[in-house]
Nanobody, 115 residues
Framework: VQLQASGGGLVHPGGSLRLSCGVS????????MAWYRQAPGKEREWVAR???????DYSDSVKGRFTISRDNAKNTLYLRMDSLKSDDTAVYYC??????????WGKGTLVTVSS
């Protein structure tokens, strides 16, 4: 199983980005998926998750600004990020949960929010 995150880059405060996470080796349709991030000098933190039925949940720091979604036909997870702030600067990672305690991670994509 491999996960490839992409879409990161440099964006001004208030701007938007859409991250993608393509998955190969396993169909994602029945699996939980999530985005995490790790800012410089900080621990990795959970950002958002999406269940197989499409239900979503977000951390308080991104609620109302970020939207997680999935395209099961394309085997891809997305994270739409709006109203970006400097505090959102981090490496963003996608995670696929196969079963309890069995997770696969992508290598991450860097998002830098700066003027």
């Amino acid at each position: 199983v491999q996960l490839q995150a992409s879409g990161g880059g440099l964006v001004h405060p208030g701007g938007s980005l859409r991250l993608s996470c393509g998955v190969s080796g396993r169909r994602i349709g029945t699996k939980h998926m999530a985005w995490y991030r790790q800012a410089p000098g900080k621990e990795r933190e959970w950002v958002a998750r999406i269940l197989p039925n499409g239900a979503t949940d977000y951390s308080d720091s991104v609620k109302g600004r970020f939207t997680i979604s999935r395209d099961n036909a394309k085997n891809t997870l997305y994270l739409r990020m709006d109203s970006l702030k400097s505090d959102d600067t981090a490496v963003y990672y996608c995670k696929l949960t196969i079963s309890h305690g069995v997770d696969y991670w992508g290598k991450g994509t860097l998002v830098t929010v700066s003027s």
